[in-house]
Nanobody, 119 residues
Framework: QVQLVESGGGLVQPGGSLRLSCTAS????????MGWYRQAPGKERELVAA??????KYADSVKGRFTISRDYAKNTVALQMNSLKPEDTAVYYC??????????????WGQGTQVIVSS
C-alpha cells in the first residue's frame, strides 16, 4: 500500500509561482512512476506531469512553465509551477503507479491540494 500526502497549494496571483510537494510511503516498487494530475471545476481530471527514473512527461499546457522532480532519498516528488495562469486553477493530486507505462491509470492518489490563480 502506498500513501501520498500533498502540500504547498494556495492562492497566487497570475504570473506567480507555487511549489507542490508530495511525500510518499510504501513500497518503492509500487511507485516507479509518480506525478501530478489536476481537476478544475466542471472538467475531467487530467495529467499535468509525471516522472520515472529515466524520463518525464508534461501536458502541453504546462510545458516550459512547470517542472517535476523527484528525490528518492526523501521519498518526495515536487512540482514547481511558474508563470501561473488562471486556467491552472484546480485541485492537484499526487499519483503513484507500479508501472512506468504512461498510458496506464495511476494506482494510488493523494487527497488533493487546491491551487487558485487569481488577482
Amino acid at each position: 500500500q502506498v500513501q501520498l500526502v500533498e502540500s504547498g497549494g494556495g492562492l497566487v496571483q497570475p504570473g506567480g509561482s507555487l511549489r507542490l510537494s508530495c511525500t510518499a510511503s510504501g513500497s518503492i516498487f509500487s511507485r516507479r512512476r509518480m506525478g501530478w494530475y489536476r481537476q478544475a471545476p466542471g472538467k475531467e481530471r487530467e495529467l499535468v506531469a509525471a516522472i520515472t527514473s529515466s524520463s518525464t512527461k508534461y501536458a502541453d499546457s504546462v510545458k516550459g512553465r512547470f517542472t517535476i522532480s523527484r528525490d528518492y532519498a526523501k521519498n518526495t516528488v515536487a512540482l514547481q509551477m511558474n508563470s501561473l495562469k488562471p486556467e491552472d486553477t484546480a485541485v492537484y493530486y499526487c499519483i503513484a503507479a507500479a508501472t512506468t507505462d504512461w498510458s496506464t491509470a495511476p494506482d494510488y492518489w493523494g487527497q488533493g491540494t487546491q491551487v487558485i490563480v487569481s488577482s
